[in-house]
């Protein structure tokens, strides 16, 4: 076929599928452009979606500044004082440490003096009496104790944060309410290899303590422990 030939038969094949060409070639120019038009609104959206994120976050902290600001105004108007606060829980939670960790007769009797001796506290302090009497034990011919705590292999330690609340304060002295909780285990968890989930108890604990404007400890009093022991099944 001559070049004269095949000019004539290209132009009988366009026009023939001109409405096709035409069609496929606009359908080639939509796509591009949706394509585009759809890359524009998901990078629009996602923009958005980051600035309603933003602002959320600011809402959220501005909110919490504000509660905070309330609390320290209600305190200051109270006569509170955050360094107070401060100082007196971390001698609470001291406190509460000494009382509740032990592992044996012999430990649990040496927390108990060191409690007296820190906190000047005596034998008539209700604390004392109903959260920490002495250990009951046995005594053989040559003066060596047997403790009930070490037949029963008990052993105690403070468990999370205690929540430390002030409900008084009058000439610099403040007084607190604390819920504390108080983890009870077994020696079994090491003589039976038991998980320590299995033989622990934990128990909550609400006490009453004053501390005056020296740090001295007064007043020491409250609900001795409760909760139900979880078993190994």
Excluded: C
Aim: net charge negative; charged share 20%; glycine share 6%.
């Amino acid at each position: 076929m001559t070049d004269q030939t095949a000019a004539p038969t290209r132009r009988g094949f366009f026009r023939r599928n001109l409405s096709v060409l035409v069609t496929a070639a606009a359908l080639t120019i939509v796509t591009a452009a949706a394509g585009v038009t759809w890359s524009s609104q998901h990078a629009a959206l996602a923009e958005q979606k980051a600035q309603i994120n933003d602002v959320e976050e600011q809402t959220a902290g501005i909110q919490k500044k504000n509660a905070e600001q309330v609390n320290a105004d209600v305190m200051a108007a109270l006569g509170v004082s955050q360094n107070r606060l401060s100082t007196d829980g971390e001698r609470i939670k001291s406190l509460l440490s000494m009382a509740f960790t032990w592992d044996s007769g012999q430990s649990y009797e040496a927390a108990r003096a060191s409690l007296k001796s820190r906190f000047d506290l005596t034998e008539n302090e209700p604390f004392l009496k109903s959260f920490m009497p002495s250990s009951r034990f046995n005594e053989d011919s040559q003066g060596r104790r047997y403790y009930y705590i070490d037949t029963v292999g008990l052993n105690s330690a403070l468990g999370a944060d205690p929540d430390i609340e002030v409900v008084d304060v009058h000439a610099g002295i403040y007084t607190y309410v604390v819920l504390t909780d108080v983890e009870v285990t077994s020696d079994a968890v090491s003589q039976n290899k038991a998980s320590k989930a299995s033989v622990t108890a934990h128990r909550r604990a609400l006490l009453f303590v004053t501390v005056d404007a020296q740090g001295k400890v007064s007043d020491l009093s409250g609900v001795p422990a409760s909760g139900e022991t979880r078993h190994s099944g």
